[in-house]
């Protein structure tokens, strides 16, 4: 699995302008089995996804994002193997 942090580079109102567009991008994500989970940071400097497939593969993915093709934020990819799961939560390693 890979995190992606995101660091807002403009302010809220910009943000706030784009979100629509993130939003639909994030939904599209979560029916293509690309995207696991998504939240805003609080306070509000930017945001987290958890996402599936490759660091490349995410990374393609991510560059698609209307934050990312306007400039607005930063990505930061971390990839995780995990290993422990709280009860439920076991399909996050598949």
Request: proline share 6%; net charge negative; charged share 20%.
């Amino acid at each position: 699995m890979i995190v992606v942090s995101l660091h807002y580079k403009v302010d809220a109102a910009t943000i706030d302008a784009a979100r629509p567009a993130h939003i639909d991008w994030l939904k599209q994500g979560l029916a293509d089995g690309k995207l696991l989970a998504a939240g805003r940071k609080v306070p509000t400097t930017g945001g987290l996804l958890i996402a599936r497939g490759t660091i490349e593969d995410v990374r393609a993915w991510c560059a698609s994002d209307p934050f990312a093709v306007q400039g607005l934020a930063d990505y930061d990819f971390t990839e995780v193997a995990p290993s422990l799961f709280a009860p439920g939560l076991e399909p996050l390693g598949q």
